[in-house]
């Protein structure tokens, strides 16, 4: 067996550690999940509903995915990261193939080496949210453009076909952000001869034929869909401050640079040689991708709602300039080597701080870390420091192969992936406050046998997914307010409300925090608990 082959079999293999061990945590993977286990018993393919109750804040693709799965394996946490798992791993197939072609030999072999091990698309690619997937979808249908431009206009179609899957998976950012970049690369170039190749004609058909169904349909099923989806989630999020995720402009800066880690010392080279003076006036597929990444950027960061997986779209593309600048190296950047081991060092210093609360107090550092925390993150500690470890050997075999760079990229990448992978391995340590898998095993003969269970103030996403039942909400609303203004029978709107009907209820069970079961408790609501720690309390009917 060739090494290239080893080489890839060991990275797919790194690559699927723990998807099916870890605990699913909230609020997204338990959003996205329960989504996935709720469609794939009704076979409503249309109306996405999360606790029984329409959610249309996002595009089905993922949902989709994620039922099939759980029809084939059951509601595992594999089923539900599968779908972003292997949208990680194509994104990197992608950047190989695209690479290669576009900018060529090797190019694309280093940017997917890139991709693959830096540690913010590793992290994202192991977690069950929708950012993966419309990454990956949209980079398809960047690379197919680029193809199509400097290739054969047949490749536009492709990239027709990936953008109604981008849309499918989160909705308009799939055009806009392409869009706009495609107009500035034609002022700051003045060249039009751009447009000529998109074949908008045959590539909207395509567009609508493939996506256009769902929403269609959707609407037709749920009258005041589109309103909701088009403005309150696209025009409102953008524009305002309505989903309360206000950060400043810089917000996205440290994500970014950390995120590339170990590689972030390529960053300035990848974004500065593509707008490098050039004789040539023909078209420049670096250029137009170091457009993209800027316009992630700059995009999201003038957004009023930000989250930190907002920009994952701009690192297949900047995956691939990085990639770009490495494979015309003659030697291996020692930049790589010493972010690797500075990275190692903060991480080992992490393990120190949270390994040993009491000393770190001696040294005068106060860790903001919940007492009953502690024991939890010192058990995370030891991942820590092996994260650390691999990161160091990475770096050692890096610079034994100094003057053989690819070598020396695949040793790093390597160590990089796996170093990341400890730390999620580690993160399940977290579970009990992340993730209502401890508790739902705990009680599992409680929960199985509860005539109801209400979530009393609050509501986690991750309990649905583990007790394989929906639950009634109590004097919440959050993300599912518009779906309760269309079916608002589905909750009880308050506290007042809940009492009688809690009363009659003899063989219920309830969740709440801490704070709410005292002021339940001292009205004289029957009540007895029989799950108690900082977060919450469970009570079942007395």
């Not at 790093?412 to 977290?430: N, R």
């Not at 986690?460 to 039942?469: A, M």
């Not at 002021?519 to 608990?529: C, D, K, Y």
Request: aromatic share 12%.
């Amino acid at each position: 067996m060739k090494r290239p082959l080893l080489i890839t079999l060991l990275f797919i293999l790194l690559w699927g550690i723990g998807l099916s061990t870890r605990s699913i945590t909230r609020p997204d993977e338990g959003r996205y999940a329960e989504i996935s286990r709720e469609m794939s018993l009704s076979h409503n393919w249309v109306t996405p509903r999360l606790n029984a109750i329409p959610y249309f804040e996002k595009p089905p693709l993922q949902y989709w995915a994620g039922a099939i799965s759980m029809q084939v394996l059951g509601p595992t946490p594999l089923a539900a990261r599968l779908w972003s798992a292997l949208m990680g791993l194509l994104g990197c197939f992608l950047v190989w193939r695209a690479g290669n072609r576009l900018l060529g030999a090797r190019a694309g072999l280093y940017g997917a080496l890139v991709l693959g091990s830096g540690v913010y698309y590793v992290i994202l690619g192991h977690i069950n949210t929708l950012d993966m997937g419309v990454s990956v979808w949209m980079a398809a249908a960047l690379f197919a453009f680029l193809r199509a431009q400097v290739e054969d206009r047949r490749w536009m179609m492709v990239a027709w076909g990936a953008a109604a899957a981008a849309l499918l998976s989160k909705g308009l950012m799939a055009l806009v952000l392409p869009g706009i970049t495609l107009v500035l690369y034609s002022l700051l170039t003045r060249d039009a001869s751009v447009w000529k190749r998109l074949d908008p004609v045959r590539g909207l058909l395509i567009l609508i034929a493939l996506a256009g169904p769902w929403f269609l349909l959707c609407a037709q099923a749920n009258p005041d869909f589109l309103h909701f989806f088009f403005i309150h989630e696209h025009v409102q999020r953008f524009m305002s401050t309505v989903h309360q995720r206000v950060e400043p402009a810089w917000y996205f800066i440290p994500i970014l640079l950390a995120g590339l880690l170990p590689w972030t010392g390529q960053l300035w080279a990848a974004l500065r040689r593509p707008f490098a003076p050039s004789e040539t006036t023909a078209f420049s597929p670096p250029k137009f991708l170091a457009l993209y990444v800027l316009v992630v950027l700059v995009f999201f960061s003038l957004s009023g709602s930000k989250l930190p997986s907002y920009i994952l779209p701009a690192f297949p593309a900047l995956a691939l300039l990085i990639g770009n600048v490495l494979s015309r190296q003659k030697t291996f950047p020692h930049s790589a080597l010493w972010l690797g081991l500075g990275w190692a060092a903060l991480l080992a210093f992490a393990a120190a701080v949270l390994g040993f609360p009491d000393s770190a107090a001696q040294w005068g550092i106060l860790p903001d870390v919940d007492e009953d925390m502690v024991v939890a993150y010192q058990q995370f500690a030891p991942y820590l420091l092996a994260a650390s470890a691999v990161l160091v050997v990475g770096a050692l075999f890096a610079q034994r192969a100094l003057q053989q760079p690819l070598r020396a990229t695949v040793n790093l990448s390597l160590a990089a992936l796996l170093s990341t992978q400890l730390l999620l391995l580690g993160s399940d340590k977290l579970s009990d406050v992340t993730s209502s898998s401890g508790v739902a095993q705990i009680l599992t003969k409680e929960f199985s046998a509860a005539s109801h269970i209400y979530s009393v103030g609050t509501y986690d996403q991750t309990l649905n997914y583990y007790t394989h039942r929906t639950v009634v909400l109590v004097a919440f609303e959050d993300e599912l307010a518009f779906g309760l203004t269309l079916e608002p029978q589905d909750a009880i709107a308050t506290l007042a409300a809940f009492a009688p009907i809690w009363q009659r209820d003899m063989g219920a069970l309830a969740l709440m925090s801490p704070a709410i079961y005292a002021n339940l408790a001292a009205t004289g609501l029957p009540m007895r608990v029989i799950f108690k720690d900082s977060r919450r309390v469970i009570v079942t009917r007395i």
